[in-house]
């Protein structure tokens, strides 16, 4: 069982560059959320998702896009990246107001 | 928006000692969830509260859900090594959209 699947694991990126952050759950969970985590600040919501073809905004939402296809799939995407997106992305799942599964994270730097 | 404030910061304890830490809200959650997280991993739940009042132990650990809805603490007893981590309360709130809030993190450190 796989659970919350990330890739690329690490990554850099030149400034202006865009690239897309995959994120996979095979628990058929309705929920999908995009974290990231920088030193000090806990986890800060990009975007989320109540299901397929239904995404919303976060805390943090600039500078990001993302779609959601189908229940498993929650692509992030960075349109032109910048050094201020250096951090770490974690993507969740959940059945709802439950526990929330993690990926293991995707380290991103923005040169 | 719902912030989740979290303290300490850090601790640097020595092994056997017992440790707590909490996290507090001016708006009311309806979940409480405590994760840890090691380095180069995602966050593993360690303990989750869905009720008012609840008191829920898992070996060492134990976490509470505030009364008022709006604070919870984790206490992790006779601490050993491999507690280290970054622990970080989360929240969800009214909405049900499977958001949450977290806390900024207690980095904790064990001595052994």
């Known amino acids: 069982n796989a659970g919350v699947t990330q890739t690329p694991k690490f990554q850099v990126l030149k400034t202006g560059q865009s690239m897309t952050l995959q994120c996979a759950q095979d628990?058929?969970?309705?929920?999908m959320s995009w974290y990231r985590q920088d030193p000090g600040m806990g986890l800060r919501l990009i975007h989320y998702s109540v299901g397929a073809g239904i995404t919303d905004q976060g805390e943090v939402p600039n500078g990001y896009n993302v779609s959601r296809s189908t229940t498993e799939d929650f692509p992030l995407r960075l349109l032109s990246a910048a050094p201020s997106q250096t951090s770490v992305y974690f993507c969740a799942s959940t059945a709802g107001n439950t526990e929330a599964f993690f990926g293991q994270g995707t380290r991103l730097t923005v040169v | 928006g719902q912030q989740l404030n979290q303290s300490p910061q850090s601790m640097f304890i020595q092994e056997g000692e017992d440790v707590s830490m909490n996290c507090t809200s001016s708006s009311i959650f309806n979940t409480w969830l405590w994760y840890k997280q090691e380095p180069g991993e995602g966050p593993v739940l360690l303990i989750a509260?869905?009720?008012?009042?609840e008191l829920t132990s898992n070996g060492r650990l134990t976490a509470q859900f505030g009364i008022t809805r709006k604070d919870s603490f984790l206490n992790i007893s006779a601490s050993i090594p491999s507690d280290v981590g970054i622990y970080f309360c989360?929240?969800?709130?009214?909405?049900?959209?499977?958001?949450?809030?977290f806390g900024q993190g207690t980095t904790l450190q064990v001595k052994p």
């Open positions: 989360a929240g969800h709130g009214s909405s049900n959209t499977g958001k949450l809030i």
């Open positions: 628990m058929n969970h309705e929920y």
């Open positions: 509260l869905y009720k008012a009042g």
